[in-house]
C-alpha cells in the first residue's frame, strides 16, 4: 500500500509564510505526478499547484506568483512554499499523487491534510 502524510500547517499572520512538506511511502514503482489540494470550510477542494516527475509545474490563479511547489531530493517528498499569504488561503491542504505501484498497478493516493490559517 502506499501512504502520503503532510506535516509544515499552522497558524501565520497575513503576509507570512509556511512551508508544507508530503513524504510517500510504501511499495512505489514510480510517482507521475504530485499536486496539493485545500478545501475550505464549507467549500469544494480546489487545486492549487501540481508537479510533474520532469518537475514542470502548473498552479492556480490565485496562489500564481505566492506559492511555489518543489520535490526533494528524495523524489517521494513534496514540498509547498507559501508566501504573502492571506486570509482567504486559510484551508485544510491535501497531497495528492498519482502513482505505479511495484506491481504495475497505479493508484490516486491522498494524505490526511495539514490545517492552514491565516489570521491576525
Known amino acids: 500500500q502506499v501512504q502520503l502524510v503532510e506535516s509544515g500547517g499552522g497558524l501565520v499572520q497575513p503576509g507570512g509564510s509556511l512551508r508544507l512538506s508530503c513524504a510517500a511511502s510504501?511499495?512505489?514503482?514510480?510517482?507521475?505526478?504530485m499536486n496539493w489540494y485545500r478545501q475550505a470550510p464549507g467549500k469544494e477542494r480546489e487545486l492549487v499547484a501540481t508537479i510533474t516527475s520532469g518537475d514542470s509545474t502548473n498552479y492556480a490563479d490565485s496562489v500564481k506568483g505566492r506559492f511555489t511547489v518543489s520535490r526533494g531530493n528524495a523524489r517521494n517528498t513534496l514540498f509547498l512554499e507559501m508566501n504573502s499569504l492571506k486570509p482567504e488561503d486559510t484551508a485544510v491542504y491535501y497531497c495528492?499523487?498519482?502513482?505505479?505501484?511495484?506491481?504495475?498497478?497505479?493508484?490516486?493516493?491522498w494524505g490526511q491534510g495539514t490545517q492552514v490559517t491565516v489570521s491576525s
Open positions: 495528492n499523487a498519482f502513482i505505479r505501484l511495484v506491481t504495475g498497478e497505479f493508484g490516486d493516493y
Open positions: 510504501g511499495s512505489i514503482f514510480s510517482i507521475y505526478a
